[in-house]
């Protein structure tokens, strides 16, 4: 006779969560971290109680917001290769669609996060309840089916024995290197409560470990004579790299075969900076370096990356008419794009076998060398940007300079959005695997300090540095209140160049006028004056304004040794970028404007747009 044991389904579901197990360097680890939580009516009494009952097994983390709970989570999972994680449990209504943005954040970066949502009674009897919205043609609808698209897996829990089947496929999704994305539970209040007689099998303790598959025999031959045929190959690593933890895999690989290797935002540290084959980032914010030799290379060996338009100068970077792509991706839809040969295959088993067969090739030195000088070059051309300056209004460019002098490239450094990615990606110099952290995928505003707190819990014994606008500071910056209750220290970098200067400078550049970006181009009655430092005070952290990039670097080297969150404000300026390096993007012109710059730019886009190669 089976062994049962009686519990309310949310009491089941956190049992079960406490006995996922996973290995990491020979340690056997609790695959989730925790689960950040708001409480309300739709989760309170039903998964609050069950969290409360294995509080010690299984961590419960209060947040001030729901999506910047959720983006904490999301960057654990992130920091950690995918191989632990945490989930997300809000109440129903406002609380679960503020983890929407979210969602979509890991959907489309591939990461693994468990979202618990509660949602409407399944007896329907107290309809509508508190915080329910009502579709007048279906009874069957709530506001958490907006998971439903970007979640990877979803299911609504309506009997409490359906949560068996549910946590075991949401498990092997989550574990999955190809399927890998969130997945969304949505908890039914009255069902949390409701109890069952559950196997105690259920429970039983199961360790997951990264399947890792290997290329199909046929796959690698031909990707292997494609690339012996190559005289100008080039390596793209993209975020899978980091993910299958091929980092060293990648580097005997360009070791022996001389390709040089350039990054996708998600992709940067996969080979540290100092790597001489590492021409860093690639495509619309890449690097000189890199890009001269994807705009030459007849092969592209593009590895664990999905290719982007950023990446891919909105494919119109690879101009060599006769060039080949061989994509090394554990996902077949990445694997198959743009008329690739593929190679279905974990990152590093795939790198291992092109290894092997290609002993005793190389490619040309010629092509080798020249990459060599041209990242000379580069770093050249990056040091003047980024050197100090007493400028009352530094560029970007020179406090990442003043950040990476004073951190290091042993710190570990995030960003998301605005200027900053751009910047950051040609010219950063990352250190080791996973140093740097790009939220660049959904490019969320808001992400920022959320999730630097979440890749602090993942790596509580290093520095963590935020770099922030002052625009995306403005739309969620709650979480220094949560990281300095957690004792988990941030240092935060805030860039104020007052307003949207990225995408300023984005309309300048086809032919808009300045329009409701920068505050002082924005509707008002006053400009506003914001003291970023005093606010970031009233959250608890220790704050500073500074006034100069020698300031600032006196600044940072004091946070180090500061035992709470720090932020740092300094004035930028909106209108400067790094010009070297980079590559056209596709940001279609309106054909028809009474203004003289957007019909100019209309013209100079036209002709941009011949450039692309379309559909390989």
Known sequence: ??????????????????????????????????????????????????????????????????????????????????????????????????????????????????????????????????????????????????????????????????????????????????????????????????????????????????????????????????????????????????????????????????????????????????????????????????????????????????????????????KNAGKRIVALNVQALDAGKHRALPLVADAREGLAELTEALKGWKAPSAWTDNARAGKTAWQEEAAKVTATTNAAFPSDAQVIGAVQRVMGSGATVLHAAGGLPGEMHKLWQAGAPGSYHAEYGFSTMGYEIAGGLGAKMAKSDQEVVVMIGDGSYLMLNSEIATSVMLGLKLTIVLLDNRGFGCINRLQMATGGANFNNLLKDSRHEVLPDIDFATHAASLGAIAKKVSSIPELETELAAAKTNERTTVIVIDTDPLVSTEAGGHWWDVAVPEVSERAQVNAARKAYEKKRRTQSVGD
């Open 1 to 318: 006779m089976t062994k049962t044991i009686r519990l309310t389904m949310a009491q089941a579901l956190t049992r079960f969560l406490t006995r996922q197990m996973t290995v990491i360097n020979g340690e056997r680890l609790p695959i989730f971290g925790g689960v950040w939580a708001i409480f309300g009516h739709g989760n309170v009494a039903g998964i609050g109680e069950a969290l409360y009952g294995v509080r010690e097994e299984l961590p419960t983390y209060r947040a001030h917001n729901e999506q910047a709970m959720a983006h904490a989570a999301i960057a654990y999972g992130k920091a950690n290769f995918r191989r632990r994680f945490m989930a997300a449990t809000s109440s129903i209504g406002p609380g679960a669609v503020n983890m929407v943005t979210a969602a979509a954040l890991a959907h489309v970066n591939r990461l693994p996060v468990l979202f618990l949502p509660g949602d409407v009674f399944a007896n329907r009897i107290p309809d509508p309840v508190l915080q329910q919205a009502e579709d007048f043609s279906d009874g069957t609808a709530t506001v958490n089916d907006c998971f439903r698209p970007v979640s990877r897996y979803f299911d609504r829990i309506t009997r409490p024995e359906q949560i068996i089947p549910a946590l075991n496929r949401a498990l092997q999704v989550l574990t999955d290197p190809a399927e890998c994305g969130p997945v969304t539970l949505s908890l039914c209040q009255d069902v949390q409560a409701e109890a069952y007689d559950y196997p105690t099998s259920f429970f039983e303790e199961r360790i997951w470990t990264p399947r890792r598959p290997r290329p199909d025999r046929h796959e690698l031959a031909a990707a292997v004579a494609a690339l012996k045929a190559a005289k100008k190959p080039l390596i793209i690593a993209g975020g899978g790299v980091l993910y299958s933890q091929a980092s060293e895999e990648l580097d005997r690989f360009a070791k022996a075969t001389g390709i040089p290797v350039c990054e996708t935002q998600g992709g940067k540290s996969a080979l540290p900076d100092t790597h001489d084959l590492n021409m860093a980032a690639v495509g619309v914010t890449g690097t000189s370096a890199a890009n001269r030799l994807a705009e030459e290379a007849d092969l592209v060996l593009a590895i664990g990356t999905r290719l982007q338009d950023f990446t891919t100068g909105s494919w119109a970077l690879f």
